[in-house]
Every structure is written in C-alpha cells, then in structure tokens.
C-alpha cells in the first residue's frame, strides 16, 4: 500500500507525528530518497535531543548507505550546526528534528551541499514521488557497494566559525540569562560562550525532548515568562531564549520586556553593513517593521523586501548576493554562513553590539523600534478567500492607501500599514499591523478584525 505522505511532508521540511505518522521503516526510505534526489555518493546527519531523534537518524543513513553514499554523523546538534557541517564539508546535510512542536512530532530539514535549501520546488516533492512509490513497490536494489558510516564532532569548529564573524574581544563584562528550553541550545551555549567575558545564568540546559518545563518556542509569549522573571531577579543584562532545534533566538531586555526580532535584524543589518564597508543588500520579509529598511538606508545599504519564510529569503539572499536577512520570527541569515539562519551568530552580534558600548540594551535598541506593532493575531475563518476579499474591498478605493499582493494583502498608508495571509496549513488569516502610534495602531487591528471575523 502506498504511503499518504500528503500530512507530513510540508512546504520546506518533514514533519509529523512519531510513530502514528511516520516512522524508522519511512525514514530508512527518505534516506535512500533523499541521496538518490540529490545525487549525493555522501552526506551528513545530525539529530536534536528528541527520544525518537537518535534511531530516525540512524535509519535515515541505513537508507543513504544501502545506495552507496557514504554518511558523516555529527550526532547531537543544532540545526545551524548541521547547516556549517553541510557547509564546511561541502555535503548534503539531514537534521532529525521537530523544532518547536510538541514531543511526540519528529521531523527532517534536509539541504544540498553548502546548505542550500530543499523544499517543494528544490527536491522535497520529487523525494516524496520515490518514498510513496517504494512503500507500494518495495525499497529500492541496494548499491553494487554499500555507503561507509563515520562520527564526527563538528561542536568546536562550529563555534570557533561563528566567533570568527563577530569581534567580542573588547567587550564589557555582561550578565546573561539564557532559556534553552530543554532544546540544543543546552548542548551549543556552553561551547559558544566558553571564554567570553560573559556570566552565564542557565535555565532549561537539560537536554530533554519531553520539554517539561515550557514548550521551546519563544515567539510565544508564555514561553518566556520564566526568562523574564530571571532576568529581573538577576540583574541581568539581557536574556536570550532558544527554541527547540537552537536555530532562532529572542531577546530581552535588562527590565525583562521582549525585544521585537524585527529590532534585532535592524541591529544586526547595521552591523553587517558596517562589516561590509558601508554597502550591501539586507533582505528582510514583507511583515517586518518599517524600521528595518529605514535603518539598512540609513546606513548605506539597500533593503529588498520579500515573501515570508525562509526558502523566499535564501532564494533572494543568493539571487542578490545579500549579506544579511531577517525574518519576523526570529530567524537571522547571513551570507558568511552560507545563506542559512543562525540565531546563534544573531545573539553574538547583540552581545558585541551591547558590551562595546556603556548603556542598557532597551537604549540601544530604541532607536530599531521606531514604530507600534500588534503582532501576529490568528482568526479561525471558514473561507480564507472570502475574507480576505472583504477586506481588499474596503480599502481598495480609500485615498491614500495602496494594495499590494506579494504574499497575501498588504495594504499602506502614510502613518500604517497591515499584512494579511493565509495560512497554508489551518483555517487560518494571519493579521500584522504596524503604525506611528498606539491609537492608531489599536484603531486599524480592530476595524481589520472586524472585517475578518464578521
């Protein structure tokens, strides 16, 4: 019987429910795939700290290997460590990991040799074409010669990498809370920060996949309640939060208030930019916070505004040779690390920013948040496109106003601006909304919403 693979394979990874949807016996099979895909005679895997993540890897390389590719196993990692092995080594990479979902979800992010993304339009569908035929036709003839498997730690080389782009030697003392969330940041931390001038408050280091303490997504304000309250009790400087898989991070500052990631990629973007002579292209998605490219002008460089998520930004990110992209959710790419995300590399450059100078983080950030924002608001609606239509429709002849449909709706004017998308998963409108000031932010979401869940 074939496969149904239509749940778990997603627009950029897989992802799914272990072992109702998926399993070992699958994962043997997206090995054999993935290899065939890419053409690749090797490759490299690494895993989170889920319960299921060690043997789905494992299985992942039997399948590379019963073709003839050769498979590095760098073990437990984070997910942008898996990026600098594929990048470092040259070698189409797999990470086993679930992100931020839920314990019993396990996934795979996979990338061709430096990284390079693969999802539906790079590989992924024609990945998922080979397993559901092989589930109804049988595994594939195994290689004249099968694949070898080695070990590897790559921990040390990826930090010593990650330090190597951002100058923290002359930086002030700092007090840092760090929320790993049971996740890998608990694994990369240690090493990272090993050296620096930094005192380190640990919470949730524990590597534990059953995350008992709070789910390992930050964006969510709940989940960063503990690292605020720490910070505050502490004294501390800043805080930083890592979600599952260790490759997005978030903010807080000294007072424990969180700090929007569109401020950190105007930070950031003004930093690279510096690094970069003074020029560049900073790409951000079209749901950041008009600071962002005010900044990059600001600072020399030129802003290019994109889709939501990441395979539009690694897209425009190789198509413009960009230095720099930001994402509202926390996701941070660089060029000098091959064009993949790395909240890690994000969190050095606040660190470097905030020790080289004398004031609190919320003064120096201050002047990348120029504007109020309501964050992404979710309505559950019975026909997206209706909805969405209804609301074009009462905007579409007000003076002033201008309509664009790059990703969903995004209507502007001259003190706001909102962006509304469907989501491709759920019955769902997403809602951002961004103005100059409170009232008038407040004013426009419920007129939006009204509109929406009318």
Known sequence: MTADLSQIVKAYDVRGVVPEQWDESLAELFGAAFVRVADADAIVIGHDMRPSSPGLAAAFARGATRLGADVTLI????????????????????????????????????????????????????IRALVERWTEQGAPEPAATQGTVTERDTLKDYAAHLLGLVDLGAIRPLKVVVDAGNGMGGHTVPTVFDGLPLDVVPMYFELDGTFPNHEANPLDPKNIVDLQARVRAEGADLGLAFDGDADRCFVVDENGDPVSPSAITALVAARELARHGGSGTIIHNLITSWSVPEVVRENGGTPVRTRVGHSFIKEEMAKTGAIFGGEHSAHYYFKDFWNADTGMLAALHVLAALGGQDGPLSALVSSYDRYVSSGEINSTVADQSARLAAVKAAYADRDGVTLDELDGLTVTAADWWFNLRASNTEPLLRLNVEARDEPTMSTLRDEVLSLIRA
């Open 75 to 126: 073990g437990l990692c984070s997910t942008d460590q898996l990026y600098f092995a594929s990048g470092a080594l040259g070698l189409p990479g797999a990470m086993f990991t679930a992100s931020h979902n839920p314990a019993q979800y396990n996934g795979i992010k996979m990338c061709r040799a430096g990284a390079a993304p693969v999802g539906q339009d790079t590989g992924l569908s024609e």
